[in-house]
């Protein structure tokens, strides 16, 4: 068997109000699931900046939920939510073949984060300095069983999933746009794990937030996910990301 060399980077210290992050952030044991439910495109970009456009295909927009319980993690364990539209940005015309073989080799596209809850100080400081990502902080219950996951976002959403036990297919690296002073950060997020796809799952409305009023914005609370996939043993990389120049 060949030696796992999957964490065998070269890290170095940033700067953040909380401390300094070694970077990249290792993300070594953590359970995740994540939906992709097609909505309107013009909800789509009633929630995304000037920057970018709704990438549609058969006249629909993609909206993505993510839910993650970080157990072992290099600035320790802590829970997130992240909610995301798929974009491309203004006047491109990005490669749906290239993006589907390999989404890192199409630079013109990814999914830009609207919101991106979590638990702990740390994690909102280095999101929001590093990466200019729309972090809060905000309690968060995730429940990862054998057949079922169950996520609350305090006093905003309520994600039940059924999971499914097959087909497995290799984890998919999360490629995040953001805009950080005014300046495009793309952002490639390897990954090494297995993930399931499959399962029936729910989103809810419970209360007032900025995912809250996300959710609502999009319709994600009335459509059917397209697919659902999860994961127990999800394993990421986080660099920072990339500067691809101004926004505006």
């Known amino acids: 068997m060949s030696e796992d060399r999957f964490f065998d980077v070269a890290r170095a ?91 890192r080799a199409e630079e013109n596209a990814a999914l830009y984060v609207v919101n991106l809850p979590v638990t702990t100080t740390a994690a909102r400081a280095a999101g929001f300095e590093l990466w200019g990502f729309p972090k809060y902080v905000a309690e968060m219950e995730t429940r990862f069983e054998p057949d079922r996951a169950r996520v609350v976002l305090g006093g905003e959403l309520e994600i039940e999933m059924t999971r499914a036990r097959r087909p497995t297919m290799k984890g998919l690296p999360l490629v995040l746009y953001s805009i950080k002073d005014g300046r495009v950060v793309r952002t490639v997020v390897d990954v090494s794990h297995p993930q399931t796809l499959g399962g029936k799952a729910t989103v809810k409305v419970t209360g007032d937030g900025p995912c809250a009023r996300t959710v609502r914005a999009l319709g994600m609370d009335e459509k059917k996910p397209l697919f659902a996939y999860s994961t127990d043993s999800m394993r990421s990389i986080l660099p920072l990301g990339r500067d691809l120049g101004p926004a505006g």
């Open 13 to 103: 210290p940033s700067v953040t109000s909380e401390g300094p992050v070694d970077m990249p952030i290792l993300y070594r044991s953590a359970s995740a699931l994540g939906l992709v439910v097609p909505v309107d495109p013009a909800k789509a970009a009633s929630v995304v900046p000037a920057a970018f456009e709704p990438w549609t295909s058969f006249g629909r927009a993609f909206a993505v939920l993510c839910a993650f319980e970080y157990r072992e993690t290099t600035i320790g364990p802590y829970g997130e939510l992240g909610i995301g539209v798929l974009v491309r940005r203004k006047g491109t015309r990005p490669s749906w073949l290239r993006f589907l073989r390999d989404m």
